[in-house]
């Protein structure tokens, strides 16, 4: 079988992201700036690990799956890497929803390092290059890839909360 990629996660977060609104690959490829052939490649991916439905109607992420691998296996597959000071997109507990629970501190905030951000903090990896633009476009999957950061990426209760966020996302039947 052919490993996950990172673009697979994107994929599936904005698939969670449409809920149930009905989508092309031409169109998924164009929200995610992505080539239309690496969105056929991770949705075929995210079927053979039984992250995404491979039934009749519509492909749908498999929610449940989905989540215990964001919560238990995503930071191990893709760790973050962080890096020095940048201009770019806050993420993790900067960022919407968990900015609204956690009390910023005086240290620099994570960002996905980003040519449109307007806040200066610490260099951030997002799961794939393509996520912050992309994310920029959709405030709902800007949530899901910046609470996915938190769970990759943040300390204790950061996750924690992160968790409680994400469950509360996939478990929503939209």
Do not use: C
Request: no cysteine; proline share 9%.
């Amino acid at each position: 079988m052919e490993e996950l990629k990172p673009q697979d996660v994107l994929v599936l977060l904005k698939l969670v992201s449409y809920g149930a609104e009905r989508w092309t690959y031409a169109e998924l490829a164009e929200d995610l700036r992505l080539s239309p052939s690496m969105v056929f490649s991770a949705i075929k991916r995210s079927q053979k690990a039984r992250l995404l439905g491979s039934g009749e109607g519509p492909l749908r992420p498999l929610r449940g799956n989905l989540q215990e691998f964001l919560v238990h296996g995503v930071k191990y597959v893709f760790p973050v890497i962080r890096g020095g000071l940048a201009r770019g997109i806050p993420t993790a507990y900067a960022a919407p929803p968990l900015n609204r629970e956690i009390s910023q501190s005086t240290d620099p905030p994570p960002v996905w390092p980003h040519p449109e951000g307007q806040v200066r903090g610490l260099e951030f990896s997002p799961i794939h290059r393509a996520a912050p633009g992309a994310a920029l476009k959709d405030p709902k999957l800007y949530e899901l890839l910046a609470l996915s950061d938190a769970i990759r990426g943040g300390r204790a209760r950061e996750r924690e909360l992160a968790i409680r966020e994400l469950k509360v996302r996939l478990g929503r039947a939209q």
